[in-house]
């Protein structure tokens, strides 16, 4: 049984931290690209960060660059997502998402796309 479990949201001030986890199992996570992806109220589904399957060269959405950090062990299964300098534009639920792909880093927004998805933990970021 194929499972994506995200961990780590909750609540945060602007310019304060979270880190995300996306624990994996079911399948090869060491073959899949794996994204991060979020939907805020009312917005549709928007792209944050894809990492390849080797973890190497992950890329970020423009409005999170430099503050977002993706990273991925795949001895652990786990997909990461280090969140800094969090501004309330962050609010959102992220969401974990998985594409079949040895070294692919291909960037969606399209939910269909993906292969697996997690079922999303909620961020608020609020003063």
């Known amino acids: 049984q194929v499972q994506l479990v995200e961990s780590g949201g909750g609540s945060a001030q602007p310019g304060g931290s979270l880190r995300l986890s996306c624990a994996a199992s079911?399948?090869?996570?060491?073959?899949?690209?794996m994204s991060w992806l979020r939907e805020a109220p009312g917005k549709g589904l928007e792209w944050v960060s894809v990492i390849p399957s080797n973890g190497n060269n992950p890329n970020y959405a423009n409005i999170v660059k430099g503050r977002f950090t993706t990273s991925r062990d795949n001895d652990k299964n786990t997909l990461y997502l280090q969140m800094n300098d969090l501004k309330p534009a962050d609010t959102a639920v992220y969401y974990c998402?998985?594409?079949?792909?040895?070294?692919?880093?291909?960037?969606?927004?399209?939910?269909?796309?993906?292969?697996?998805w997690g079922q999303g933990t909620q961020v608020t970021v609020s003063s």
């Open positions: 079911g399948f090869t996570f060491g073959s899949y690209q």
């Open positions: 998402a998985a594409k079949r792909g040895v070294g692919s880093a291909i960037v969606s927004s399209n939910r269909a796309w993906y292969d697996y």
